[in-house]
T-cell receptor, first 116, second 107 residues
Framework: EAQVTQNPRYLITVTGKKLTVTCSQN?????MSWYRQDPGLGLRQIYY???????DKGDVPEGYKVSRKEKRNFPLILESPSPNQTSLYFC???????????????FGEGSWLTVV | GENVEQHPSTLSVQEGDSAVIKCTYS??????FPWYKQELGKGPQLIID?????GEKKDQRIAVTLNKTAKHFSLHITETQPEDSAVYFC??????FGAGTRLTVKP
């Protein structure tokens, strides 16, 4: 079954404690990205990756890092989480750059992160 | 950057009625306009999309219309059913999302 898998799905952590949210896709997609979803703001892109070892900032990259060492994995790293990073996070993947070509994006089921 | 506005933020309709959600955008170069449905506890899922060379596209009870001159596009759901209740997002390309519309269909 084609899917994007994120872990953990739910996490409560404390300010400053480094954490990683993993993301894995089994569709051999080249393009992967991370979004955060906040009430009234929709989804905002944090980082994206066009292929292995290629990552770029999205609209709200501050406080986040990513890496793309393998095609299937795209972890999101919060080196020093702060309360304003409390949000619902989604990982997504598609065949190629979806910005103009319209490749369907597949989303994971989301990771609820609370930073206290 | 691209600005996407979505209205209304909440919409409540009676089962069987139609629902319309509208989005406006600012970048006239945009050429791909998808709509997503997000059910509770799940990630967004593509339900229909339209490209700039087409004015309307239908898929059973859902349709999307695009007015490139006015820079707006709309999602139309006819004969709504309770299972249509969800949050709907428009997007321009795949990186600019509207704020979402919570649709409630009352039985």
């Amino acid at each position: 079954e084609a899917q994007v898998t994120q872990n953990p799905r739910y996490l409560i952590t404390v300010t400053g404690k480094k954490l990683t949210v993993t993301c894995s896709q089994n569709m051999n997609h080249e393009y992967m990205s991370w979004y955060r979803q906040d009430p009234g703001l929709g989804l905002r892109q944090i980082y994206y990756s066009m292929n292995v070892e290629v990552t770029d900032k999205g609209d709200v990259p501050e406080g986040y890092k990513v890496s793309r060492k393998e095609k299937r994995n795209f972890p999101l790293i919060l080196e020093s989480p702060s309360p304003n990073q409390t949000s619902l996070y989604f990982c997504a993947s598609s065949w190629g750059d979806p910005t103009f070509s319209g490749n369907t994006i597949y989303f994971g089921e989301g990771s609820w992160l609370t930073v206290v | 950057g691209e600005n996407v506005e979505q209205h209304p933020s909440t919409l409540s309709v009676q089962e069987g009625d139609s629902a319309v959600i509208k989005c406006t955008y600012s970048d006239s170069a945009s050429n791909y306009f998808p709509w997503y449905k997000q059910e509770l506890g799940k990630g967004p899922q593509l339900i229909i999309d339209i490209r700039s060379n087409v004015g309307e596209k239908k898929d059973q009870r859902i349709a999307v219309t695009l007015n490139k001159t006015a820079k707006h596009f709309s999602l139309h759901i006819t004969e709504t059913q309770p299972e249509d209740s969800a949050v709907y997002f428009c997007a321009v390309g795949e990186v600019r999302f509207g704020a979402g519309t919570r649709l409630t269909v009352k039985p």
